[in-house]
């Protein structure tokens, strides 16, 4: 499996993740889910905001690679997040319905990807302005990375909370060789 085909797994895979980290987070109440539970991000509900604005903020920088990829035109029309911890939608129902949206974009957006894209060092700054340049297909896994680490947190908060989100394994995407 070559970089260009780990993405759109690990593109899947995020979806997938975001689909039952939200439906699990959805059997609790609105309080359970608000609830300051000691996490870097206080609650269940901040760290699925978190989520959500760190990755709006790395598909900004992706968005200035010169192959100016087509999916990422509806980021570029919106406003950089400028606060890691913002609360964008202080409700789950809105914040799932961006998340889904964004997670469409990722998955369409991450077929587009070329291998000499990802061979591409990209220029960038990070929130507190100093500039970086990195490969590009680095970033790109650090960018998968990151929604993996932190949705195991959200993952460890709600099983706290008393829901099972269920398997959580990348094996679970993943095709066995001979095809079963």
């Excluded at 797994?9 to 889910?33: F, G, S």
């Excluded at 999916?71 to 202080?90: C, E, G, K, S, T």
């Amino acid at each position: 499996m070559n970089l260009r085909e780990h993405a759109v797994l690990m593109a899947a895979y995020n979806r997938w993740m975001n689909d039952k980290v939200y439906a699990a987070a959805a059997q609790l109440p609105h309080e359970a889910i608000a609830a300051d539970r000691g996490a870097f991000f206080g609650s269940i509900l901040g760290t699925l905001n978190h989520l959500l604005v760190a990755d709006q903020v790395w598909l900004h920088r992706f968005a200035a690679h010169p192959s100016r990829f087509a999916a990422l035109d509806p980021i570029r029309l919106r406003p950089r997040p400028l606060d890691i911890a913002a609360i964008v939608h202080d409700r789950l129902p809105p914040l799932r319905a961006e998340r889904e949206a964004l997670d469409v974009l990722i998955e369409t957006w991450a077929v587009q990807l070329s291998e000499s894209d990802l061979d591409h060092a990209l220029d960038y700054a990070n929130m507190k302005g100093v500039p970086s340049r990195r490969r590009f297909g680095s970033l790109l896994m650090h960018f998968f990375n990151h929604q993996t680490h932190h949705r195991g947190q959200a993952t460890t908060l709600l099983t706290q909370a008393g829901v099972d989100v269920g398997a959580t394994d990348l094996l679970g995407l993943i095709v066995n060789v001979d095809g079963d």
